[in-house]
């Protein structure tokens, strides 16, 4: 049970990697996507992390509530 969670959970990663529009961006390349990911870690560590989480976070789900709002709108 707790491999198949994990499973499901690694798959909404993936699509929200694609869902933001990298997998385009990098030209499928998963070495550049890692590298793009680790430059985003290494940018919260150095910086005030709550600060960039909180940004990330606002960003993130006012693109959601667009999507969303989006989908209502084609029904």
Same mark, same amino acid.
């Given at each position: 049970m707790?491999?198949?969670e994990r499973t499901r959970h690694l798959i909404e990663l993936g699509g929200l990697v694609q869902k933001a529009g990298l997998v385009e961006l990098a030209d499928d390349d998963r070495a550049t996507l890692y590298g793009a990911m680790l430059d985003c870690a290494a940018r919260v560590q150095a910086d005030d992390a709550g600060t960039v989480l909180a940004l990330w976070k606002r960003r993130g789900?006012? +693109?959601?509530?667009?999507?969303?709002? +989006?989908e209502e709108e084609q029904r």
């Open positions: 707790a491999r198949r789900k006012r +693109a959601f509530d667009a999507e969303e709002t +989006a």
